[in-house]
């Protein structure tokens, strides 16, 4: 006990005399949080629209109050010609085009069949398809009312048959829809997690770089004791960054708290004990800072693309999902989000923490194995 | 120029010695873009659903299988009452529950109008919307097919055209950022360490103290990186080409004097932190924290930067590759020249000169 308790001194006399590095540790994952969580927001809304008018009828002219009237759109031009519209594309100035034909109003009157074009910048997949399917339903619904308003001329007894389904819906959990709700709980676990890692694994491998890993090695100090003194000044910095990461997520994102924060601690503490173990795992695998770092950074940047931060889990294919169960950044995003703003409860969560449990046996016992006392 | 060379050899050395590092280097690229490619994905697919069926009908039972066999959703399960919506929520298995209501299908039949109702676990309030948008359209689809019966006397027809990326793949969004965010990697962030490591280690005093210039000891320390960062461009390129079908459309020649003119900027980038700390730590900690995070959120690789609020908007001027996923986007994708990027070109440029600059004044060749 007295051996861990001048480690922990040593460790502690370490990380507070190098103030740079204490400075960077504290302050730059907050700031990150703070500006991260307005940067996030992969909402499509304001897509640019231009309309191209060939026809300069009535209809059209209604189509085009249909589309003005739209939250999604905004108008950025109209024109009559159609190479407009492939110009604005050209040079990014607008993402859709709305395409009247010449005639349109005249063959809807003789044929009772007119088109209208869609055409769109589609560099940018989601957007592309989510602005054309925003599209084709005003277009929708605006035959339908030309079908109401003009259609009795030409066929009154139609109009009395159309079917709707009428459509209710609402959102729970986060009504305003919210997005930083969502995202600072998913930010924050990336945040203490690289932290986590990459001060557990550079720590020791310093240690090997400057040769002092060695004076360490002939003292009689067990295994397990380095292992401790190395683990938990690491793991009060990551609780403390996370408890401050929540603070400022209720304080300035005003996101909500539902569930039990003592159990969120809970998890969070086991978390940090598995994230420091990879940290440590790494750091017996390399040599130097450098490779540390890299090999950390390779993790890290998996864990984080397959952990359901920025594109939610159930859309990848089935064999990237098998990859992210042995994901624990995936585990520890998904509690935050579920305590957090749903309330969810110890026995919704037990699961996880079984999970995460065995992480730690796991990931703590190869680097316990790992390391040697010898070099 | 032979001391150059010699010393690029060195540098060359040091990296090949370090395998780890190497291997990483070049296997980093390959495994994101395929991870990217194949795995990251803002599209609905086998979203899980839960239904309350309260009529039973043929309707409702028409419907239902319209939504389940679209391939955007799958069934979880069937309720049997109202009270249960909340726990399939908390439980977080379902993302979304339909709920027809009672006589659902007579109503269709008798009075022309019925509703259903949706409820969506908005926790994540972009998929929420999204999912709505797709259950939507699927009812909106269906009540269409109803009324074919009813022959109305207007049609119109909806034909809709994607430029430049037809089948509409993400993958084109993200060859480009991640062709900037391995570029800076590897040029930013390993020069800055590589020179720190030298100072850490004390043997930047004996590369000082030798006749050479500091102007060829930074040449050459990053010369060997930037040879690095080009050849993992051009494997993501490749992989890009063959692999996802990602073209490049505009000229070749144009599209790699940018990477080298991006990679010079970022070089300068490495070697301005460089000048600015004296311990590896602190040099990877703002190229991780400062360049890195920065780099893939306020580039517009990941999220539109017209979503953010103006001061961050403003902020992702200075984040150098936000200009150079322009450039790559239009000289790659849409196929254009020189003329639509002379300006982005121009700030890259300008970029670079701040850099050296900076680092030029604050380099010292002496050792306190």
């Known amino acids: 006990m007295r051996t861990l308790r001048f480690i922990l001194e040593k460790e502690f006399t370490q990380i507070f005399r190098n103030k740079a590095l204490l400075r960077i540790m504290i302050f730059m994952p907050l700031l990150q949080l703070l500006v991260l969580s307005y940067a996030v927001d992969y909402e499509i809304k304001n897509i640019r629209l231009m309309f191209v008018d060939m026809d300069r009828s009535h209809f059209s002219g209604l189509l085009f109050s249909q589309l003005q009237g739209s939250p999604y759109f905004t108008i950025t031009d109209q024109s009559e010609k159609m190479s407009d519209a492939h110009d604005a594309i050209e040079h990014d100035a607008c993402d859709i085009a709305v395409v009247v034909e010449p005639d349109f109003e005249k063959k809807l009157y003789r044929t009772g069949e007119s088109n209208v074009q869609i055409i769109a910048n589609a560099i940018d997949g989601t957007k592309a398809s989510l602005g054309s399917n925003y599209a084709t339903s005003i277009v929708r619904n605006y035959s339908l009312m030309l079908n109401k308003q003009y259609g009795l001329d030409v066929q009154p007894n139609a109009m009395s048959s159309i079917r709707q389904i009428e459509i209710n819906y609402s959102y729970w959990f986060n009504p305003d829809l919210n997005y930083k709700a969502f995202m600072v709980p998913g930010i924050l676990v990336l945040l203490v997690t690289l932290i986590g890692v990459f001060l557990a694994s550079m720590n020791i491998v310093m240690e090997k770089e400057l040769g002092t890993i060695e004076q360490i090695n002939v003292t009689p100090i067990k295994k397990h004791h380095f292992i401790i003194g190395k683990t938990l000044p690491f793991w009060i910095i990551g609780l403390m960054e996370f408890g401050f990461g929540l603070l400022l997520g209720k304080l300035v994102f005003d996101i909500p708290m539902i569930g039990n924060l003592f159990m969120l601690f809970c998890f969070a503490g086991t978390y940090l004990f598995a994230i420091l173990g990879l940290g440590l795992l790494i750091s017996t695998l390399t040599n130097t800072q450098q490779q540390a770092m890299f090999i950390s950074w390779f993790f890290l940047v998996l864990f984080i693309l397959l952990g359901g931060l920025f594109s939610a889990i159930e859309n990848m294919p089935l064999w990237a999902q098998t990859i992210t169960r042995f994901n624990p950044v995936r585990y520890f995003i998904e509690v935050n989000r579920m305590v957090l703003l749903k309330g969810s409860g110890l026995s919704d969560l037990a699961g996880h923490f079984a999970l995460m449990f065995l992480f730690i046996i796991v990931i703590n016992g190869l680097a316990i194995f790992r390391y040697r006392k010898t070099t | ?368």
């Open chain 2, 1 to 368: 120029m032979h001391r150059l060379i010699a010393f690029v050899r060195k540098e060359i050395f040091h990296i090949l010695r370090d395998w780890r590092t190497l291997i990483i280097l070049i296997g980093m690229p390959i495994i994101q873009i395929l991870v990217f490619g194949f795995a990251i994905t803002n599209e609905i697919k086998n979203a899980s659903i839960a239904i309350l069926d309260n009529a039973q009908d043929h309707h409702s039972a028409a419907l239902i299988n319209k939504v389940l066999s679209s391939g955007y959703f799958r069934l979880e399960t069937y309720l049997d009452s109202p009270v249960e919506i909340e726990g399939v929520f908390r439980k977080g298995k379902v993302k979304e529950v339909i709920v027809f209501e009672n006589n659902f299908g007579a109503k269709i039949e008798k009075e022309n109008k019925a509703a259903v109702q949706l409820i969506l676990d908005a926790a994540d309030p972009n998929s929420a919307t999204m999912i709505l948008n797709y259950t939507q359209a699927i009812i909106a689809d269906y009540q269409a097919s109803q009324n074919k019966l009813a022959n109305l006397p207007f049609t119109i027809g909806v034909t809709s055209q994607m430029f430049y990326n037809q089948e509409l793949k993400g993958v084109y969004m993200f060859v480009p950022g991640l062709i900037s965010i391995i570029l800076m990697l590897v040029t930013a962030m390993m020069t800055s360490i590589s020179i720190t490591k030298e100072k850490e280690l004390g043997t930047m005093e004996i590369l000082l103290a030798t006749p050479m210039k500091p102007g060829i000891i930074i040449i050459g320390k990053v010369l060997p990186y930037l040879l690095l960062a080009f050849t993992n461009a051009i494997i993501v390129l490749l992989l890009g080409y063959f692999v996802f079908g990602v073209p490049v459309n505009g000229s070749l020649p144009l599209l790699l004097g940018e990477m080298l003119l991006f990679i010079l900027t970022v070089l300068s980038l490495g070697i301005m932190i460089s000048t600015i700390t004296n311990s590896q730590q602190v040099a990877l900690m703002i190229s991780l924290m400062g360049l890195m995070l920065p780099t893939m959120l306020l580039s517009g690789f990941l999220f539109p930067i017209e979503n953010m609020p103006l001061p961050l908007q403003i902020v992702s001027n200075i984040v150098p590759a936000k200009w150079f996923i322009i450039i790559i986007k239009t000289i790659m994708l849409k196929g254009l020249g020189f003329g639509f990027i002379w300006k982005e070109s121009l700030i890259l440029f300008g970029f670079m000169l701040f850099f050296l600059s900076i680092s030029i004044k604050k380099f010292t060749p002496r050792i306190e």
